[in-house]
Structures are given as C-alpha cells and as structure tokens.
C-alpha cells in the first residue's frame, strides 16, 4: 500500500493510530487525581510534539542518514517562522500560505548554505553550519531588524496590510475558517479528553512527513546516503560524486526545519531571533541522539521526550515534591527533598544534560536501541528457559511403560 | 592613525580571551584527538573560582554596635570579614579588594583537578569514538556544568570588581605621543593582555624547553612510538588536560572584571573559540594563539563606525564570516598540520 512493503505498511498505520489518539494515550490520569500533573494531553504541549517531531524527523534525513553533524538547523527553523508570520501580516491568518513560503524559503536557504559548508566534512561542516546560523541570529537581532523586528519578535500589528482578510474574518490562525485554537472537550467520567484543532492539523502535517521521510529510508537514494555514511571515500573512489545527493539531503531535512517553524508560527503568531540561536541545534541533536539516530522512530520519541519533560518536570517544584516525600518522616523528607531539588523544576536542564550524558555513554543507538536491548533481552531469556528444559534436563526414561 | 590603535588595543582583550581559550582546546586537540565542547564551561568555572574567593573571603560576623542605631531605631549591625579581623583591618582589606588576583592561586589547583577528573573519568573512555560521540558527550557535560553552578550561584551576573589600583581607565595615547584624551584604555584589560601573553609564553617555554614538554611534543607527532620506547605517554597527556584546563581556568578569572560571570557566559565563548581554533589549524599552538588575536582586532574593526556605515552590522558576523572564507579557501585552517584533521 502507498508504495510501502507490508512491514512499513502496518508501522506506518500503527503510527498514524498513535499520533490520532493522542489526546486520549496522553491523558491516562483522571481530572483531579494526584496524579494529573503528569497528563501530558493539553493543546499546546501536544502541537509541540507534533512540531518538534517533524525538525527531528528532518535532522534524521541528514545526520542519521549521511552522518553530517549539522549544529545549525535552527536557523532555518528560524526563516521558517518569519516567512509565515510574515504571510500573516500582508495576506490574511490563513496558515497554509504561510506554510508554503516556510518550505520555499528555508528550502532555498538550505541550498545555499548547503551548497557551502558540504564542500567540507566532519568537524568542518558542523562549524560551517553553526558559523552560518550565528551569522543569522546576530543578523536577525541587529541589522535585519526592518524584516525580523529584532528582539521584540516579529508578529501581526492592526495596521499590518492583511490583503486577503476579509470582512468579519477570523483573527487568529486558521486553515480556511477552521481556528487553530479551537479545541473538543470530552469529558468521559472523570477524564477530559481534549481535541485540538491545531494539534490535530500538525498531527496530519507530520503523519505526511514521516511518511515521506520512511519512503526516503526506503529508497535508493536512501541507500545512496546511507553509503555515503559508512564510506565517503570509497564511494569517490568508484568514480561517484555523492556532493548532489548530500546537497539533497540538506535541502529536505533544511525544508523539514522550515516547515517545523511555520507550524510554530501557526499555533502562535509570533517569531523571534532565539530560535535560532546555536543551543536551539543543539537541541534538536539532543532529541535525535536521544531517541536514536538513524532510526525511524527514534527522532519523533527524542522530542517527544524532551518536550514533555521539559513541561511536566519543570512544573514540579517545592511543594509536589514534599508531597511525594511526605510519608518520611520530618528530617529524612527534607534530606530527601534536598537531594531530589536540583533536578526538578529549574534545574530540569542538568537531569536532560544528565541523561544525555547516559545515552551517548552507554546506549549510542539511543533510546531505539535500549528499547531494542530490552526486547532481546527478554526473547532470550524465553528462548533460554526453553532451552533449559530441553538441553539441560534430559526427558527421563519412563520408569514405568507406558 | 590613533584610531587603528584604539582599534587595535580593544581587540587585544578579546583576542587574549579567544587565543587563552584556543589555545587549551587546541592543547587537548593536539595531544588526545580529543574535541572538547566542554572547554567553554572549564572557562566560566575559572571565572566562578574568583566569584567563589571572593565570597569567601568577605565571609564577616555581624556584631551589633549600641551606640549607633540604623533608621528603625535598633543597634545598627557591623559586619566585620573574619580576614580583617585575623590580619588586621588593613591587610583583610586588600585581600579582599585583590580577590581576582588571588583568584589566580585558587583555581590552579582545583582546575587541574578538575580537568585530571575530566580525562580519567570520561574523556578516557572516548579516545575510539568518533568525533561526533565526543562533541556530544562533551556537550552533555557542558550543560551539566553550567547547571550545577546555576544552581548555586543563581543566573544572574555576578560583579567581581578589580582591585582599586587596576579599576579605571589612563590616557595611553599621550604617553605614545598622541594628543590626549584619544586613546582612554582601561588599566585592567592591559593587565589581562599582559597576563594572556605570559601564560601563553609560559606554555610554549613548558613544551619547547623542558624534557616533559619535549616527550609531549614527540607524543604529538606520533604517539604510538613514543609509547613503544616505554614513556608512559598517556599519563603525560592527562597532566597535559589538567594544564588546558588550567589556562582555559585562569582566562576565566581574570576576565570577571571585564565581564560579570553568569553561568552561560562559557557557552558564549565556546562558540567563537571554536572559530578560532579551527580558523588557526586543528591541532597548532601557533595558529590557535594567531588566530585568536587577528579575530579579537578584527572584530574591533568591524565594529568601527565608519566600517559599519559601509557594511551595516558587518561588527556581527566579521568572525563568521572570516572562518568560512578561511576554511573554505585553506583547508587545514591558518597553520594546520599536514594530516591532522583533514577531510
């Protein structure tokens, strides 16, 4: 189906399964329960799995495929959303047109800056990549402020043209008529099922793009960066120029990058300089080791990972915690709570650098690879105790005939 | 003519930060093979050593003075710091007005430290991975470090003021025999150039001229042959992280009087310093420390009013857009070595 084996076919439904019932897998806690800080099935946060799923999927193109450590994609995270909400303010709150100019411009962005920086490899071409990503932030900041708007951020103004809007249209985001933040809430016993538009429009967008990026591992030219990972040399050897195809690489994963930040844009109509800033690549590498580079699946896990902690771990400060603790006794409670601080709340960063430490040390494969450990693990461990009977305890002889 | 000096003489400070923190990135580089991503952190904790003396040593008691009364009518508080009252009200002033310098005592040890934990505790491990797995595991540790201090030290800048003799500024354009008021320059940043220059020079005396800094320098060039004379070089190459850790320490605290520490003042630094190393060659002292001072004035160029009126916000990017020129035109940087890091 879809051009698809039946292997990726049935992945591929199980994932759109997944992404459509997310409002619903994401909320397992009830309203009002101890435990529904944890309930991670609010709009917001959700557009931000969806979002950050589609940079990481598009990071994956380039760096688990060809292995080029690029540390300047936010930049066209960046142009992405100053292309949209620039389409807000001259043609109406309409997202898809905005959408479109994201792709174009941060797809021609990446060409160029591709076309540059993959003339070297290695360490090179990621300080290619991050010099030309400080460049567009310092720019965004100072002398692009007549298009970016400096550091206040560039959003819509009531005196802002808007040529396509019509009267009594909409004024916040909207896919024609349909607003961004409207959402369905369900309340079944004592859960509340929350269906957002917006959520449900990125949702689509990155089923799309993760489709498109499981053809791409599929296909020849997947194989053909895939080659380019493992041996450079040798392909240049043969008598092949494996530059276009690299170029390519960049140009999609850069367009991924671009459209990740006209949803941004979308959800909020705002775009600043500091999503391009250099910490910004970092993360999306954070989330795409951490998940597991090279893996289909790893990317969309790494982010969705890293967004949900940085929401829920960063909301659990002080008094949750004394909370948790408060069956200790007085002293131990608070001897535990003083341990336990510093990575909570503020100090979620250090538990991510923490963890991050842990993956790159111990599981280089990421969590894809833990989780494919696990499995072996526990199919061995079967396929062991099978073995034991058969093996190790020899069938006795009858005593009696049978 | 006196312009270009001013010029000149601002980048100086920059550029000896950029050249101290290049050149021990390029210390561990050419002796580990090492990328460290965590050099810049090593440079904010040198920084937060001076912040941490500086604490410590205007630690006071507080004793309540009847005879004064503060404006809600209670006895005012004195504080007095316990070092002014074990050396004397004037010796317990000057060290704590000369905390920055003293500083320089107080982090040499705990930096090797930190670097020799460093190298035996994680980078050992990483010598057989790629460079990628190093940068990444080094950029994790960078992250942890800076969010350690942050939560002692808070995330806001943190004052560390020179010692009164060095605070201010001196005509330095009439003692060349330029008109006065032209050239102003803070006494501290002569001081921090001064200092750069001598650390520098003091490392590349330690490599030419000792026997320990030759057999580093012979491990450099071929590390499995001087390993199969029987020199335990591994152990020379861990004392020479706790050196790179060292420099990048001591650059951190003299800056703090020209920048108030925060804790991601590292990750600022890191950026460029990484610029400049690979501007200067992977792997060369020289190009490093070269590097390092051409881009510092550089920069101080770009940022001339007459430069910007030609390329607006030229001030910005010149450095970015110098290491793609240079790496795209020579391909192992100013002064790289054949062989090493070349793709």
Same mark, same amino acid.
Request: proline share 5%.
């Given at each position: ?7 990726d ?10 992404t459509l ?11 009002g329960? !101890?435990?529904?800080?944890?309930? &991670?099935?609010?709009? +917001?946060?959700?557009?931000?799995f969806a979002i950050?799923?589609i940079?990481?999927?598009?990071f994956?193109?380039? *760096?688990?495929?060809?292995? /080029? ?16 909400v620039?389409?807000?303010k001259?043609?109406s709150?309409?997202v898809?047109?905005?959408?479109v ?6 797809? %021609?962005?990446?060409l160029?800056?591709? /076309? %540059?920086?993959l ?9 290619? =990549?991050?010099?030309?990503a400080?460049?567009?932030?310092n ?8 298009i970016t ?15 396509l809007?019509?009267?009594g249209?909409?004024t ?8 961004? @933040? ?9 859960w ?9 429009f ?5 089923? #799309? &793009? ?12 997947g194989?053909?960066l895939?080659a380019v990972?493992s041996?450079q040399?040798?392909? @240049?050897?043969?008598g092949?120029?494996?530059?276009? /195809? ?5 140009v %999609? ?12 844009a ?14 910004? !690549?970092?993360?999306v590498?954070i989330?795409?080791?951490l998940g597991?580079a ?8 790494g982010?969705?990972?890293i ?6 771990f960063?909301k ?16 131990i409670e ?5 341990i336990?601080n ?12 923490l ?8 599981l ?5 690879e ?6 072996n ?8 105790t ?13 005593h009696?005939?049978? | 003519?006196?312009?270009? #000096?001013?010029? %000149? ?7 000896s930060?950029y ?9 561990i580089?050419g002796?580990l093979g ?12 040198g920084?937060?050593c001076?912040?941490? #003396? ?5 630690l006071s008691s507080?004793?309540?003075d009847p005879t ?11 504080? =007095? ?17 000369w ?9 040499i ?6 670097? *020799?934990i460093m190298e035996r ?7 057989k991975r ?10 994790g540790?960078a ?5 350690? $201090?942050k939560?002692?030290?808070?995330? @806001? ?14 005509d330095f354009?009439?003692?060349l025999?330029?008109?006065?008021n032209v050239?102003? /320059?803070?006494y501290w ?11 520098i020079?003091?490392?590349f ?6 026997t320990?800094?030759?057999v ?5 060039? +071929? ?20 050196i ?7 650059a ?8 108030s520490p ?5 990750? +600022?630094?890191l950026? #460029?310093?990484?610029v400049?190393v690979?501007v200067?060659g992977?792997?060369?002292l020289p ?11 550089l920069?101080?160029?770009a940022?001339?009013?007459?430069i910007?009126? $030609?390329?607006?916000?030229i ?24 062989g090493?890091m070349?793709d």
């Open positions: 189906m879809l051009g698809l084996e039946n292997k076919t049935k992945f591929l439904l199980v994932v759109v399964a997944l019932c997310t409002p619903i897998i994401l909320q397992p806690f009830p309203e329960s !101890s435990l529904a800080q944890f309930n &991670a099935g609010y709009p +917001d946060l959700m557009q931000r950050f799923g940079f990481a999927i598009g994956n193109i380039l *760096f688990g495929l060809t292995g /080029y450590l690029s540390f300047g994609h936010a930049a066209f995270l960046g142009v992405g959303s100053y292309s949209t620039w389409m807000f001259l043609l709150y309409n898809l047109p905005g959408l100019l994201a792709v174009i411009t941060s797809g %021609i962005f990446a160029f800056i591709g /076309y %540059i920086s003339r070297r490899s290695g360490i090179y071409f990621s300080i290619l =990549t991050l010099a030309f400080q460049m567009s932030f720019l965004a900041y100072s002398v692009l402020t007549p708007n400096g550091e206040t951020g560039l959003q819509v103004y009531t005196d802002d043209p808007q040529y809007m019509g009267e249209a909409l916040t985001t909207h896919v024609f008529g349909l607003a961004m @933040n409207k959402s369905l809430i369900v309340p079944i016993g004592g509340e099922f929350n269906f957002n538009v917006g959520y449900y990125c949702a689509i967008i990155a089923i #799309l &793009a993760f489709y498109l990026s499981l053809r791409i591992f599929r296909s020849p030219f194989l053909m895939r990972k041996n040399q040798r392909m @240049n050897y043969t092949l120029n494996s530059r276009p /195809y690299t170029l390519a690489a960049f %999609i994963s850069g367009m991924y990058a671009g459209l990740a930040g006209g949803l941004l979308s959800m909020d109509p705002l775009a600043g300089a500091e999503r391009m800033q250099w910490t910004a !690549s970092g993360e590498v989330m795409t080791i597991g090279g893996t289909l699946m790893g990317p969309v896990l982010a969705g990972f967004k949900y902690f940085e929401n829920i960063s659990i400060n002080d008094n949750v915690l004394h909370g948790w603790f408060s069956f200790l006794p007085d002293g608070d001897f535990f709570i003083n336990v510093p990575f909570f709340g503020e100090g979620w960063h250090l538990t991510l650098g963890l991050f430490m842990c993956v790159v040390i111990f280089p494969g990421g969590l894809m833990g989780g494919q450990r696990i499995l693990l526990l199919k061995r461990k079967s396929k062991d099978a073995d034991d009977d058969s093996a190790h305890h020899p069938k006795q002889s009858p009696v005939a049978e | 003519m006196d312009a270009l #000096l001013l010029q %000149i003489l601002n980048g100086l400070d920059k550029g930060a050249a101290l923190i290049a050149l021990g990135l390029t210390l580089f002796t090492v990328v460290n991503f965590a050099h810049g952190a090593l440079f904010m904790i920084a937060f001076a912040v941490t #003396l500086q604490k410590i040593l205007s507080t004793t309540l004064k009364t503060d404006f809600l009518g209670n006895p005012a508080k004195i504080e =007095t710091p316990y070092v002014e009252s074990w050396f004397g009200p004037e010796i317990g002033a000057a060290l704590i007005d905390s920055v310098p003293l500083g320089i005592l107080f982090a040890p705990i930096m090797i430290s930190i670097g *020799f505790g994680l980078i050992k491990h990483f010598y790629p460079h990628a797995d190093q940068i990444l595991v080094t950029f540790l992250i942890v470090l800076q969010e350690v $201090i939560h002692f030290y808070g995330a @806001n800048p943190i004052p560390t003021p020179a010692p009164d003799a060095f605070r201010g500024s001196f354009g009439s003692m025999g330029f008109d006065p050239i102003i /320059y803070p940043r002569l001081v921090y150039f001064f200092f750069s220059v001598l650390i020079g003091g490392v005396a330690f490599l030419q001229f000792t320990f800094g030759m580093v320098r012979a491990g450099m060039a +071929d590390r499995e042959t001087v390993g199969l004379l029987g020199i335990n070089i591994d152990k020379r190459f861990t004392i020479m992280f706790g790179a850790a060292a420099v990048a320490g001591l951190g605290v003299m800056y703090t009087p020209i920048n925060n804790y991601h003042m590292g990750m +600022d630094f950026v #460029l310093s990484f400049v690979v200067g992977m792997g060369s190009g490093a420390v070269l590097a390092g001072f051409m881009l510092g004035i920069e101080s160029f940022s001339m009013n007459q910007k009126a $030609i390329f607006p916000g001030d910005q990017i010149i450095i970015y857009l110098v290491a793609i020129l240079i790496l795209l035109t020579r391909p192992r940087g100013l002064m790289g070595r054949k090493v070349e």
